[in-house]
């Protein structure tokens, strides 16, 4: 049974910075490009960020470059998601996600989600 496992949301003042991180089981993590998205109250789940499987490459949605970093350690099978310079338009559950390797880059399609996790910026 695959679980993705989010951690690290919380409450943080406008300017300031998150680190989430998703545990992943139940999978040959090393096989999965991981990626980040979010959906904010009243909106759809948009993408963020993305991670090959062997960190090598990452892409990001434009409103997060400069301010988001995304990496993972295949040794503890989990993806992180540093939030740096965070907005209140950052304010949204986050959920990482997992896409089999082999297909197109960045990935078109998630295999696995996780449950989210709960980021509010305050202004």
């Known amino acids: 049974q695959v679980q993705l496992v989010e951690s690290g949301g919380g409450l943080v003042q406008a300017g300031g910075s998150l680190r989430l991180s998703c545990a992943a089981s139940g999978l040959i993590f090393n096989n999965y490009h991981m990626g980040w998205f979010r959906q904010a109250p009243g909106k759809e789940r948009e993408f963020v960020s993305v991670?090959?499987?062997?960190?090598?490459?990452?892409y990001y949605t434009d409103s997060v470059k400069g301010r988001f970093t995304i990496s993972r350690d295949n040794a503890v099978n989990t993806v992180y998601l540093q939030m740096d310079s965070l907005k209140p338009e950052d304010t949204a559950v986050y959920f990482c996600?997992?896409?089999?390797?082999?297909?197109?880059?960045?990935?078109?399609?998630?295999?696995?989600w996780g449950q989210g996790t709960q980021v509010t910026v305050s202004a």
């Open positions: 996600a997992a896409a089999r390797s082999g297909g197109r880059w960045p990935p078109g399609e998630y295999s696995y």
């Open positions: 991670i090959s499987r062997a960190g090598v490459n990452t």
